[in-house]
C-alpha cells in the first residue's frame, strides 16, 4: 500500500534555532496535509497542499509541496518552546487518509 | 475542541477480555475513521465508515470490529485482548465534498491499557 516516510525521526533544537521535516512518497500524491500532535493531545490539522510547488505559510511556519507532488516540508522558523510535539504529514487517499511517520520536535529553552 | 467525543477516556483491563470504544463524531460529518497509536509511533489506520457503510480497512486484526450507527456514532470493538493492544485509540471525522476530502478532526483519544 502507500507509504509516506518523514524524516528525521527525532530533532533536538534550542529555542530559536529553525527546525524543518521532510515528507517522501513513492508516489505522486494528489494531496498532503500536515498535523501537529502536542505531548499527550490529539493531531491538529495545520494545512493542506495541493498544488505542485505550492508553498503557504503561517506566521513562523512554512510548508512547500515538491514540484514532482512526491515530497513536502515543513519549516519552523526561529522556534519556540510552543512548536514542541510530534509533526504529522497525511496524504488524503481514498477512503483513507495515510499518515507518514512523524517528527518529535524538542525545544530546549 | 474538535467536536469529536470519545469515550471512555482511559481503560484499564486484563488480557483476554473485551472493549468497546465510542466516538461520536462532529456535528454534520458522515466520516468517521479509527486510528491506532501505540506508544511513541505513528498513526496506524484501522477502519473508516460514511454514513453507516463500511468503506475502508487497513490493518485491523481480525479480533477487532467496528461498526457506525444510524446516529452516525461509531464503536470500535477489541476482543480477546493482548498486552501488545496497549495504545491509544483515535476517533476522527471529515467533511466530504466532491473530488476529495478535507481535514480530519480528531477527539481526544481512548487510551488502553491491557494487563
Known amino acids: 500500500g502507500q507509504q509516506v516516510m518523514q524524516i528525521p525521526q527525532y530533532q533536538h533544537v534550542q529555542e530559536g534555532e529553525d527546525f524543518t521535516t521532510y515528507c517522501n512518497s513513492s508516489?505522486?500524491?494528489?494531496?498532503i496535509q500536515w498535523y501537529k500532535q502536542r505531548p499527550g493531545g490529539h493531531p491538529v490539522f495545520l494545512i493542506q497542499?495541493?498544488?505542485?510547488?505550492e508553498v503557504k505559510k503561517q506566521k513562523r511556519l512554512t510548508f512547500q509541496f515538491g514540484e514532482a507532488k512526491k515530497n513536502s516540508s515543513l519549516h519552523i522558523t526561529a522556534t519556540q518552546t510552543t512548536d514542541v510535539g510530534t509533526y504529522f504529514c497525511?496524504?488524503?487517499?481514498?477512503?483513507?487518509?495515510?499518515f507518514g511517520t512523524g517528527t518529535r520536535l524538542k525545544v530546549l529553552a | 475542541d474538535s467536536g469529536v467525543t470519545q469515550t471512555p477516556k482511559h481503560l484499564i483491563t486484563a488480557t483476554g477480555q473485551r472493549v468497546t470504544l465510542r466516538c461520536s463524531p462532529r456535528?454534520?460529518?458522515?466520516?468517521v475513521y479509527w486510528y491506532q497509536q501505540s506508544l511513541d509511533q505513528g498513526l496506524q489506520f484501522l477502519i473508516q465508515?460514511?454514513?453507516?457503510?463500511?468503506?475502508a480497512k487497513g490493518n485491523i486484526l481480525e479480533r477487532f470490529s467496528a461498526q457506525q450507527f444510524p446516529d452516525l456514532h461509531s464503536e470500535l470493538n477489541l476482543s480477546s485482548l493482548e498486552l501488545g493492544d496497549s495504545a491509544l485509540y483515535f476517533c476522527?471525522?471529515?467533511?466530504?465534498?466532491?473530488?476529495?476530502?478535507?481535514?480530519?478532526?480528531f477527539g481526544e483519544g481512548s487510551r488502553l491499557t491491557v494487563l
Open positions: 476522527a471525522s471529515s467533511v466530504e465534498y466532491r473530488g476529495g476530502s478535507g481535514e480530519l478532526f
Open positions: 508516489t505522486t500524491l494528489s494531496n
Open positions: 497542499l495541493v498544488k505542485s510547488g
Open positions: 497525511a496524504f488524503a487517499g481514498t477512503y483513507k487518509y495515510i
Open positions: 456535528s454534520g460529518d458522515l466520516s
Open positions: 465508515y460514511y454514513n453507516g457503510e463500511e468503506r
